[in-house]
């Protein structure tokens, strides 16, 4: 049984499944019409299309990449109909575009705004609440910046593209904030041993404390602190 399966196991359909060999060479010219394609579609979006993509532009990216992947393998999938889509797109593109640069409201709707996200090294937490970001996430972030604690930072924002735009203290006026770095956060406490400057660990806010019982965080208040750093930013 096994060997009559083998027998009638047929490598052209593995390979090719239902078209022939001659569709190959098909596939090779229906590529490089749609990869030209592309190119030319992308020029036409313009340098900022291309760069930082914002919800609207990432739409408009998926959408000239479908049309122009199903031609290049699928038989059926005539190349003008792909063309007319590309063109389509971009004249929807063009036309939003101009909409937004005209009109504040439209911008907003579908770029979005940015956001502050830390303020005088204290997290904003109605607007990080917003934002689909965890903190590890965010922290990792900020480390690429070579920031270790929150009391570096006048402030943090994302922009609509996603990025992180940091603005620091200067050296003189950097304060205690919130540690950052890995594993900062792993032990919270409730109970002061050693006084000196906390933070909470849930938005950053940071005081200093006597020994006995942290208490809450006047800013949200959580129970949980940590040691807060003052080191100075390395660059």
Known sequence: MLLSAFLSFSWKELFLGTEDWAFLLEIVLRTIIMFLTIIIGLRALGKRGVKQLSIFELVVIIGLGSAAGDPMF???VGIVSSIIVFI???ILYSTITKLIGRFKKIENLLEGKAMCLIENGIFA????KKENLGSDEFFAELRLKSVSHLGQIEFAIEEVSGDIS???FEDEKV???LPIMLHSLDNPIRNIEKPGHYSCTFCGYTEEKTSGNAGSCKNCGKHNWVEASNRLRIT
């Open 125 to 128: 937490i109605d607007n990080f």
């Open 74 to 76: 699928y038989k059926e």
């Open 88 to 90: 389509v797109i971009i």
């Open 175 to 177: 304060k205690y904030g």
């Open 166 to 168: 940091v603005f620091f």
